[in-house]
């Protein structure tokens, strides 16, 4: 049984940094293509970064480009999202996707992700 689980998220003022992880377990983490969405009260969940199974290919949302990196590391099955100069429209709960199927490029779209994790709140505020 394939398990995502998130961690790393915290209160922040704006301006700081958060590093925020996704353990993938139950399959090689090599397997799957990993992306990093967010979701807000009241709106839908929204893309943010996306790596490729190997690493090699990363996409990075418009409104957090600059500001955010998404890595893995294979050795721990795990992906990354490095956050910095946050800004209180960055909060919200931020959830890691897996999708398992043939490599086809960035996937942006929530329906094509095939495991979710729980989410881990991240609040921007003074």
Do not use: H
Request: charged content about 20%; hydrophobic content about 35%; proline content about 2%.
């Amino acid at each position: 049984q394939v398990q995502l689980v998130e961690s790393g998220g915290g209160l922040v003022q704006p301006g700081g940094s958060l590093i925020l992880s996704c353990v993938v377990s139950g399959r090689t983490f090599s397997r799957f293509d990993m992306g990093w969405f967010r979701q807000a009260p009241g709106r839908e969940r929204e893309f943010v970064a996306f790596i490729s199974r190997f690493g090699g290919d990363t996409y990075i949302a418009g409104s957090v480009k600059g500001r955010f990196t998404i890595s893995r590391d294979s050795s721990k099955s795990t992906m990354y999202l490095q956050m910095n100069n946050l800004k209180p429209e960055d909060t919200a709960v931020y959830y890691c996707g897996a999708n398992e199927g043939a490599y086809r490029g960035v996937i942006r779209s929530v329906r094509e992700y095939d495991y979710w994790g729980q989410g881990t709140q991240v609040t921007v505020s003074s």
